[in-house]
C-alpha cells in the first residue's frame, strides 16, 4: 500500500463550470485558451499545468450533438407551423446551427479539459 500515490480530490461540477467559463479549471480567473481553440500550456494566473489535456475530438462530438438535438425541435415546428420557403428556411436554420456551433465549441473544449484536470486523467495528477 506504500506505493499508491494519493492525490487531492478535485471537485468535478466547479472545476467543468469554470472550464465552460474558459476559464482556468484550478484558479477560475486565468484563461485557459489563448485563442479560439488553443489550450494554453500553463495557466496565467497560477501557473497550474494545463499541457497535459487530450480534448482531440470530443468537443466536436459533443458540439454536433448538443446542436442536433436544439435545432431538431425548431426543424420540425418551423416546417409544421409556417412552411417556410426552402431556401429561407435553410438559410435561418444553417445562421442557426453555425452561430450555435461556434459558441459551444470553444466552451465545450474548456469543459473537456477541465473535466479531465478534475479526474486527474493524462498526467494532470502528477506531481513532477
Not at 484558479?27 to 481553440?37: F, H
Not at 453555425?98 to 484536470?117: E, T
Request: charged share 20%.
Amino acid at each position: 500500500m506504500d506505493d499508491v500515490i494519493k492525490h487531492e480530490e478535485r471537485a468535478l461540477w466547479p472545476a467543468v463550470w469554470k472550464g465552460f467559463r474558459r476559464k482556468c479549471p484550478n484558479c477560475g480567473s486565468g484563461p485557459i485558451l489563448k485563442s479560439y481553440l488553443k489550450v494554453r500550456d500553463t495557466c496565467t494566473v497560477c501557473r497550474e499545468d494545463l499541457s497535459h489535456h487530450r480534448a482531440d475530438d470530443g468537443p466536436a462530438y459533443l458540439t454536433i450533438l448538443i446542436v442536433g438535438h436544439i435545432m431538431a425541435p425548431f426543424i420540425h415546428i418551423g416546417f409544421t407551423a409556417f412552411r417556410p420557403e426552402p431556401l429561407i428556411f435553410a438559410t435561418v436554420l444553417s445562421i442557426g446551427a453555425v452561430g450555435l456551433s461556434l459558441y459551444l465549441l470553444p466552451r465545450l473544449k474548456g469543459a473537456i479539459v477541465a473535466f479531465q484536470w478534475a479526474r486527474l486523467m493524462h498526467g494532470f495528477g502528477n506531481k513532477a
